[in-house]
């Protein structure tokens, strides 16, 4: 037996009926575009596993190609020896010997600095100063320049001229060239009076004989492919700390030392890291390891 609904009631679910229909229309389209969705996913997912695969087979190769390599090096390294005449260890003493003489002239002109920048306190003068321990026998001149073009160089004087008087890190003739890097150039207005200071920018380049050989020296190109991914972070300074530490990551250079014209603090780094640093004000020397420390601790993913 048929019931007999009203018009209006009929009205009602067939809304519902075509509201139902849309549901169901729009559920299909969603599951069509989540198929795809899924389909792309998938062929990302084979792709990316070959990109895998590939990055496996490269690394094989690459490590393949260093052993091989590896192994060329050091044939040719004993070859080399046999040719100069002295055997493996004493080769292998002859570099302990370098490194030990590269850490010998590093320290004395981190000393050399520390002494400056204690005079620089004493006299209360601020007095900048960049030295830079360079092996000149592998110099790549394009990653260095005159600060000022067309400028004499302070160690062609004949006061540095023989045996005697050489600017030797270890005589006291290296004195005159710090406190010439050191002092502020006067300018003076057509009156002759002093309008100003200049500051005598760049590094002095010190080689493996100890001996100071250039003065206002630029560091060129150094904040490019070449060395970015050697360089740490600089944790404090300005641009020449900045110079400095990407400085450090040639390789001819053994060692940067800076002291700034703000702080007289003294910062050393080496092959694009900090190494330490010490202030004359505090009489505080800073080492490695401890802003390590500091940074470990102030680390947000550090723990108490």
Known sequence: MFRIISRKRY??????????????????????????????????????????EKYESLSREYQEQMERFEEEVEKEVNRRIREIGIDKERYEQMLADREELIELYTEKLYSLAKQFALESKRMRKNRGLFLLLVDERIMDERNFSDFHEGQVEYLDQEIFKGIDNLPHIFSPKILDVLNFMGEKVEILDENGEVTGHEERDGAVLINLKGIAFRTRVMVEGVRTHKVYNKVEKLLKGNAKHAAAIYASSLDEVMASIVVSEETSEVTMFKDGK?????????????????????????SPHSTE
């Not at 010490?278 to 390590?292: A, V, W």
């Open 11 to 52: 009205k009602q679910l067939l809304s519902e009926l075509n509201e139902l229909r849309r549901k169901v229309r729009q559920y299909e389209a969603e599951c069509e575009r989540l198929l795809k969705e899924n389909d792309k996913l998938t062929a990302k997912v084979e792709e990316l596993e070959g990109y895998r």
């Open 274 to 298: 900090f190494i330490k640093s010490f202030d004359p004000y505090t009489g505080k020397e800073t080492l490695r390891e401890e802003i390590i420390h500091l940074l470990q601790d102030s």
